[in-house]
Nanobody, 112 residues
Framework: QVQLVESGGGLVQAGGSLRLSCAAS????????VRWFRQAPGKERELVASMPRDASNTYYADSVKGRFTMSRNNAKNTVYLEMNSLKAEDTAVYYC?????RGQGTQVTVSS
């Protein structure tokens, strides 16, 4: 079992940037397929980005393509989600997940 802890969320103005982190313990992320999800109140959960273990083909949802970048540092057992040009519609709780494990989430609020 892997434990995941997200951080880096907060309140930012539209057009601003945030960098989310997802730190793993219990099992290395270097062999794991990792995903970032988000869920806004009253909306379905959305897959934002995902990265296979070799980072060869990262997926981005159309809604974030060109603005968000997912990366990983296997030495630190951490994955990141760099979010630029944030919009009000990016407001949500952001989760990272791998296998059956999911973090507690971090709130991102974008003011317009």
């Amino acid at each position: 079992q892997v434990q995941l802890v997200e951080s880096g969320g907060g309140l930012v103005q539209a057009g601003g940037s945030l960098r989310l982190s997802c730190a793993a313990s219990g099992r290395t992320l270097s062999i794991a397929y990792v995903r970032w999800f988000r869920q806004a109140p009253g909306k379905e959960r959305e897959l934002v980005a995902s990265m296979p273990r070799d980072a060869s083909n990262t997926y981005y949802a159309d809604s974030v393509k060109g603005r968000f970048t997912m990366s990983r540092n296997n030495a630190k057992n951490t994955v990141y989600l760099e979010m630029n040009s944030l919009k009000a519609e990016d407001t949500a709780v952001y989760y990272c997940a791998t296998g059956d494990s999911r973090g507690q989430g971090t709130q991102v609020t974008v003011s317009s």
